[in-house]
């Protein structure tokens, strides 16, 4: 099965900085790559994905770039805000939104914004 | 509210015990999915529904672990005879297939706690 690894475990960095944290995932057949942000006590939420037909997307002060043929993408993150505190997920699957295969996800980054 | 509920929110049951917990998807989303999220890591997919069958189910941790969907609305997870090692957050998802991002929403989860 599909198997996702998530660097680093913990960031922490200045307010106003960027903040790039990466994934590996390990089956080529993967092609939906969301990411998720979890608040403390709160649910996940989607804030941006890929689809493997696509390198790179941008949505604001958030960016994905997804490299297939090493099979790794990543989040970036510029202009950091003390709100952008929080534990990040990737994720994988073979179907866009999951299907019967779910979500695989990485073991998360607790992003840390220092004032 | 129209996103994911989940009831309950918390479940504190002794070692042995039946537990079942209750996910109302977001209104016509025809996929459900259920995870469970332990401390430090991210979700880690059991089982899921289109509409109300049951696509996959082999990622059910064991056989005391069973989910149903009986009218492809609502869905249960129940944990049969309880073990301290079930004590986890359990997050259920929902997506709409014809939906342009096919994204999860998650529900706010179940915290159960086995003593």
């Known amino acids: 099965g599909e198997n996702v690894e998530q660097h680093p475990s913990t960031l922490s960095v200045q307010e106003g900085d960027s903040a790039v944290i990466k994934c590996t995932y390990s089956d080529s057949a993967s092609n939906y790559f969301p990411w998720y942000k979890q608040e403390l006590g709160k649910r996940p939420q989607l804030i941006i994905d890929?689809?493997?037909?696509?390198g790179e997307k941008k949505d604001q002060r958030i960016a994905v770039t997804l490299n297939k043929t090493a099979k790794h993408f990543s989040l970036h993150i510029t202009e950091t805000q003390p709100e952008d505190s929080a534990v990040y997920f990737c994720?994988?699957?073979?179907?866009?939104?999951?299907?019967?295969?779910?979500?695989?996800f990485g073991k998360g980054t607790h992003l840390i914004i220092q004032p | 509210d129209t996103g994911v509920s989940q009831d309950p929110r918390h479940k504190i049951t002794k070692r042995g015990q039946n537990v079942t917990f209750r996910c109302d998807p977001i209104?016509?989303?025809?996929?459900l999915y259920w995870y469970r999220q332990t401390l430090g890591q991210g979700p880690e997919f059991l089982t899921y529904?289109?509409?109300?069958?049951?696509?996959?189910k082999s990622r059910l941790l064991s056989d005391r672990f069973s989910a149903e969907r009986p009218k492809g609305s609502f869905s249960t997870l129940e944990i049969q005879r309880t073990e301290q090692g079930d004590s986890a957050m359990y997050l259920c998802?929902?997506?709409?297939?014809?939906?342009?991002?096919?994204?999860?929403?998650f529900g706010p989860g179940t915290r159960l706690t086995v003593l």
């Open positions: 529904f289109q509409n109300e069958a049951q696509l996959e």
């Open positions: 209104s016509e989303h025809n996929r």
């Open positions: 994720a994988a699957s073979r179907i866009p939104g999951g299907g019967a295969d779910g979500l695989t």
């Open positions: 998802a929902s997506s709409d297939r014809l939906g342009h991002h096919n994204e999860q929403f």
């Open positions: 890929i689809r493997s037909n696509v």
